[in-house]
Structure formats: C-alpha cells, structure tokens
C-alpha cells in the first residue's frame, strides 16, 4: 500500500540552528500538507501546499517557516531558527482529493520527532 | 471556529470487551468528522469518516461510529476488543471547503488487558 515517508525519524538540535524535515508524499496525491504534535497536546494543522504554492496556514506557520517542493518528490518543512517550543513531533500527509473538499482523505507519515535543546 | 473534544485521554478494556472511545464535536455548519488511528511508530491511519450520507459508518478492523447531530457527538466503537487494537485514536472535523485542514482532538490512548 502507498505510505507517505518521512526524514528523520528523530533529529536533535540546538536553539537557533536551522532544520529540515523531509517527506516524500505519495507519487499521485496532489496536496501535501505539515501537522505538529507538540508532547502531550493535540495534533495542529501548519500549512497545506497544492500546485507549488501554500493553500493555506495556521498562525503557528510564521516567518521561521518555510515548505518547499524542491522537486517532483519531496515536500520540505524548514525551521529557520528553531526555538525550545518548536520541539514537537511533526507530520506530513498528502491527499488526492480537491483542495475545497472537506472529505480529503489524507495519508499521514509516521512523523519526525524534533527535540531542540 | 470547530472544536473537537475526545473524552478521556486513557482508555482501558480487557479483550473481548466492548470499546467506547467518545468524541464531541462543536462546528457552526455540518461537519465532515474522521477516526484515525496511531500504532507504535507508524503515522495517523484513517478508521473511517463521515461526510453527510449514512449516519452509522464502518470502518476498518471492525470499528464504527454513529453520527448524532443532536448530541455533536461521533463516538467510536467495537463490540469485541483484540489486543492489536491497543493504539491512539484521534477524532477530527473538517468544513467542507477546508479540505486537508482537520481539526484534531487531543486523543485516546487504548490499552487492551489479556
């Protein structure tokens, strides 16, 4: 079955270095989009990205971040300078449906757990 | 704004019983509303959802859920545990112009005695 892949698993950091999360979506969804899981709280919505452009974000997604399609496969979430409370783990998915479309279903990856120190 | 509300952040049956997983929801306009599921180191994988047809829908690996508009509720449910079903459990909304951006409750986590 497809799987939506992400990289790494776990990555450690210091506060103010840069980090980027990689996914690779699955090869015929159209819509990919970042959720964060900060310890003990819920799942959050970040930005959803169709057609090389951001759709929609979350007040979360400020300036220190940044998605990227950099080519046909992967889907980038990059953290400029990551701050303690950044710390959290974080998901991509990717859906085939219409953007206006509430029933997406979305194919999540299995996260990429960031610890910043 | 849609909110999502998941009673319990621990639940705790023995195999063979009965599981109830509750999920509250509050949306000014009719929701779509998801189950999703989270084994050990794997990503969110989708139970079932409902988008306006029939108000019981099944899912997969046996689990259901009913749609009350009255109650805004879409409680999750088995008849017979197994302990592969031991997992965390995320109830979500969406709108239906908002595709992909799912309101998420805060969890169940499912632990299932022998």
């Known amino acids: 079955e497809p799987e939506v892949t992400q990289t790494p698993s776990h990555q450690v950091t210091q506060m103010g270095q840069e980090v980027i999360l990689r996914c690779v979506p699955i090869?015929?969804?159209?819509?990919f989009y970042w959720y964060r899981q900060i310890l003990g709280q819920k799942v959050e919505f970040l930005v959803s990205f169709y057609n090389n452009e951001i759709s929609e974000k979350s007040e979360i997604f400020d300036d220190q971040f940044s998605v990227e399609r950099p080519d046909g496969s992967n889907f980038t979430l990059k953290i400029r300078s990551t701050k303690l409370e950044d710390s959290a783990m974080y998901f991509c998915?990717?859906?085939?449906?219409?953007?206006?479309?509430?029933?997406?279903?979305?194919?999540f990856g299995a996260g990429s757990r960031l610890t910043v120190l | 704004a849609q909110s999502v509300t998941q009673l319990g952040s621990h639940v705790s049956v023995s195999e063979g019983a009965l599981v109830l997983l509750r999920c509250n929801y509050s949306?000014?306009?009719?929701?779509?509303l998801f189950w999703y599921v989270q084994y050990p180191n794997q990503g969110l994988q989708l139970l079932l959802k409902y988008t306006s047809a029939a108000t019981l829908v099944k899912g997969i690996n046996g689990f259901e859920a009913e749609f009350k508009k009255s109650e805004t509720s879409f409680h999750l449910t088995k008849p017979s545990a197994h302990m592969r079903d031991a997992a965390e459990y995320f109830c979500?909304?969406?709108?239906?112009?908002?595709?992909?951006?799912?309101?998420f409750g805060q969890g169940t986590e499912l632990s299932v005695k022998p």
């Open positions: 090869s015929n969804h159209l819509y």
């Open positions: 998915a990717s859906s085939e449906a219409s953007r206006s479309s509430g029933a997406n279903v979305l194919t």
């Open positions: 949306s000014s306009v009719p929701p779509y």
């Open positions: 979500a909304v969406s709108l239906y112009n908002q595709g992909g951006k799912l309101i």
